[in-house]
């Protein structure tokens, strides 16, 4: 009896071994609580640098940025072709006013600032980069850019046979003055879509070279230039003659010769030297006497 006891005894332990080994391994399975890892989140404030504001639809909003910044800032509302008007921090305004124009409205109503910069369009012509008038120049002339003219005598009463004669030659009429077969747009101002003013020049005109705000057409003539320079009411034409030659040929006369021979010892090439001609009154050098 002793002996089965042992045996059952023996079978318990062996059960609750492995009741308790298998309650081991459950817990060892089964996985615990998801811990998240502590993580840093940037603040957005931190992150962005503030965009300080220089400019303001109206005035009052200009105020509260002014103040809040140090700085002033621009009110867009009092903006004009010549001046700005700034809010300083402490409140008060600030215009700055400007004796030419400084901005303009563009075809979609924005404010552009002026810029007198000649720059090259891409149809060959030339342009200011930003003109309330918008500046425009020629490139060189070729073809199109050259127009047929002539132009008609004004008549009296007294030279009519004249005046028909005269009108078989030249039956067109020339709207800007000029007197030249071939005329080319020089430059051309608008201030609106269906108005605008031309300066013409009486020939062709060579490629211009650029530089500033000036448009420079070189050798247009024998010696000379022609410069326009962009200016903020409109433009300044000069014509520049750079040789004599172009002087000469823009007074009508015949330009200076100037003898490039050297010379020898202090006469001139060729061995030629200066002498007096012979006393008119009979006397001779030779001698100082008097013929008779």
Same mark, same amino acid.
Request: aromatic residues 4%; proline residues 5%; glycine residues 8%.
């Given at each position: 009896?002793l002996?089965?006891?042992?045996?059952?005894?023996?079978?318990?332990?062996?059960?609750?071994l492995?009741?308790?080994?298998?309650? %081991?391994?459950?817990?060892?399975?089964? &996985?615990? /609580?998801?811990?998240?890892?502590p993580?840093?989140?940037?603040?957005p404030?931190?992150?962005?640098?503030?965009? &300080? *504001?220089?400019?303001?639809?109206?005035? %009052?909003?200009?105020?509260?940025?002014?103040?809040?910044? $140090?700085?002033?800032?621009?009110?867009?509302?009092l903006?004009?072709?010549?001046?700005?008007?700034? =809010?300083?921090?402490?409140?008060?305004?600030?215009?700055?006013?400007?004796?030419?124009?400084?901005?303009?409205?563009?075809?979609?109503?924005e404010?552009?600032?002026?810029?007198?910069t000649?720059?090259?369009?891409?149809?060959?012509?030339?342009?200011?980069? !930003?003109?309330?008038l918008g @500046?425009?120049?020629?490139?060189?002339?070729? $073809?199109?850019?050259?127009?047929?003219?002539?132009?008609?005598?004004e008549?009296?009463?007294?030279?009519?046979?004249?005046?028909?004669?005269?009108?078989?030659?030249?039956s @067109?009429?020339?709207?800007?003055?000029?007197r030249?077969?071939?005329?080319?747009?020089?430059?051309?101002?608008?201030q609106?879509?269906?108005? !605008?003013v031309? @300066?013409?020049?009486?020939?062709?005109? /060579?490629?211009?070279?650029?530089k500033? =705000?000036?448009?420079?057409? /070189?050798? =247009?003539s %024998?010696g000379?230039?022609?410069?326009?320079?962009?200016?903020?009411?409109?433009?300044?034409?000069?014509?520049?003659?750079?040789?004599e030659e172009?002087? !000469?040929?823009?007074?009508?006369?015949? &330009?200076? *010769? *100037?003898?490039?021979? /050297?010379?020898?010892?202090?006469?001139?090439?060729?061995?030629?030297?200066?002498?007096?001609?012979p006393?008119?009154?009979?006397?001779?050098?030779?001698?100082?006497?008097?013929?008779?």
């Open positions: 009896m002996g089965s006891w042992s045996q059952s005894l023996a079978r318990q332990f062996v059960r609750w492995i009741v308790g080994v298998s309650t %081991v391994l459950l817990i060892a399975l089964v &996985p615990g /609580p998801a811990v998240a890892s993580t840093v989140v940037e603040s404030v931190a992150s962005a640098k503030a965009v &300080p *504001v220089v400019l303001a639809p109206d005035v %009052v909003s200009a105020q509260v940025a002014a103040r809040a910044q $140090g700085v002033r800032v621009e009110v867009e509302d903006r004009d072709e010549f001046s700005s008007t700034w =809010v300083n921090p402490d409140g008060t305004l600030t215009t700055d006013a400007h004796g030419g124009q400084i901005r303009f409205r563009d075809l979609e109503g404010w552009t600032d002026v810029d007198l000649a720059k090259a369009a891409s149809d060959g012509s030339v342009r200011a980069a !930003a003109h309330p @500046l425009s120049l020629a490139g060189e002339s070729k $073809g199109a850019k050259v127009r047929e003219v002539a132009f008609e005598f008549s009296d009463s007294t030279s009519k046979k004249s005046k028909k004669s005269d009108d078989k030659k030249s @067109l009429k020339v709207t800007d003055g000029r030249s077969r071939s005329v080319s747009d020089l430059v051309a101002v608008s609106s879509s269906d108005s !605008a031309v @300066l013409s020049w009486p020939g062709l005109l /060579p490629a211009p070279t650029l500033g =705000v000036e448009t420079r057409y /070189p050798q =247009v %024998v000379t230039d022609v410069v326009v320079s962009n200016l903020r009411s409109g433009f300044r034409f000069d014509v520049q003659v750079m040789t172009g002087r !000469a040929a823009a007074l009508g006369v015949k &330009p200076a *010769v *100037v003898d490039d021979q /050297p010379e020898t010892d202090g006469e001139p090439a060729g061995g030629e030297t200066d002498r007096e001609d006393p008119s009154d009979g006397r001779s050098d030779s001698d100082g006497s008097s013929d008779g």
